[in-house]
């Protein structure tokens, strides 16, 4: 086991991490979530603290070198939102490199290659999961896009394609070997979706798979204590953290704290009523009329940890106006805490069928 992987299990908690000569302050990331993590909600985490790196949404290569609304709106960012990575994908190695291209061009500072999404309609592109299925085309396109920019270019993948197909401990070595900056592993095959348990073993088996570059954990990460549980178990580098950042965002601050030796910040009620409406008035900022459409869906992900009583979250499911917004936001603001269940109604929602449905 290398060096850093060694004292990574020893002493979980670790500091700053170099990623493609990117110095982080933290090694714990805000994971790419499609549909989630635009501007205004990385913008909001960092206002909070502790986070080392964030990711956008996954970007169509195509669609964002023809420069259409959704795909820029999707890597949308401003100096506060440092540092960032850009996260691509397709199943066409051209594409892929024109739009790193692109993205170095105009000033971005990293690439993600995607090689986990598990939705059907990106792999019935060729891209997400699928190019797990295809070793050396998936290598090439490794090798192709490293070789194309000077900026740091990791990527994202799964443990493989189901159970019967565990490439990602093989890929990441040849992966390492094509130049690649780091690699973030979601320990669950494209089959799973998100269903099931993340696959500790599986992740380290890709740690150990690879010489020096860090390998960052993703996966059923909801607190300080799974994030620490995960690099001690899996000797991983760094976590990356999706559905939990939106049920609880303070983890990185809590994770920040736990760094540095103090004691673990809570929330008080007034920063999470105050959270809720800052992520909304950031999120106007970008979109307008639109955020209110946009938001609905945090809030059942954020109901939950911010205290906000059922009926009230299902109002913030369906407001559609900003004055409708601050109503809501002020009789959550009285009646904070009467909420009856501590399970976020978005964990009920998330996808747990055959992934082919989705």
Request: net charge negative.
């Amino acid at each position: 086991m290398p060096a850093e992987v060694a004292s990574a299990v020893s002493d979980p908690v670790g500091g700053p991490i170099s990623v493609g000569g990117r110095l982080l302050a933290t090694r714990y990331f805000l994971a790419p979530l499609a549909g989630y993590t635009h501007l205004a909600f990385r913008r909001a985490l960092r206002e909070l603290g502790g986070l080392g790196l964030a990711t956008t949404d996954l970007v169509h290569a195509t669609q964002l070198v023809e420069q259409k609304r959704q795909s820029l709106e999707l890597i949308a960012t401003d100096a506060s939102d440092r540092p960032l990575t850009v996260q691509i994908f397709s199943g066409v190695t051209e594409h892929m490199v024109a739009a790193a291209r692109w993205l170095q061009d105009r000033g971005y500072e990293a690439i993600d290659l995607n090689m986990g999404c598990p939705m059907a309609k990106v792999n019935g592109m060729g891209g997400g999961a699928r190019l797990l299925c295809d070793a050396d085309n998936a290598c090439r396109l490794v090798e192709t896009v490293v070789g194309s920019v000077a900026i740091p270019v990791t990527v994202k993948m799964r443990l493989g394609w189901d159970r019967d197909s565990i490439s990602a401990p093989y890929l990441a070595a040849r992966f390492e070997a094509a130049g690649i900056a780091a690699v973030t592993i979601h320990g669950r095959t494209r089959a799973q979706g998100f269903s099931g348990e993340v696959d500790r073993e599986g992740i380290q088996a890709v740690a150990d798979a690879v010489q020096a570059i860090p390998v960052v954990a993703n996966g059923d990460v909801r607190s300080p204590d799974d994030a620490l549980q995960m690099r001690r178990e899996t000797g991983c580098d760094a976590v990356a953290i999706g559905r939990g950042a939106m049920l609880d965002p303070w983890i990185f601050r809590k994770l920040s704290d736990l760094e540095a030796g103090r004691p673990v910040r809570e929330p008080t009620t007034d920063e999470q009523t105050g959270f809720l409406q800052r992520h909304f008035e950031l999120m106007w900022e970008q979109h307008a009329e639109r955020s209110c459409t946009l938001f609905r869906k945090f809030a059942a992900w954020y109901g939950a940890r911010l205290g906000i009583p059922e009926d009230l979250e299902l109002r913030l499911r369906m407001f559609q106006s900003m004055t409708e917004f601050g109503e809501i936001l002020a009789e959550i603001g009285q009646r904070h805490g009467e909420r009856r269940s501590p399970v976020a109604t978005a964990l009920v929602k998330v996808p747990n069928g055959p992934v082919e449905r989705w």
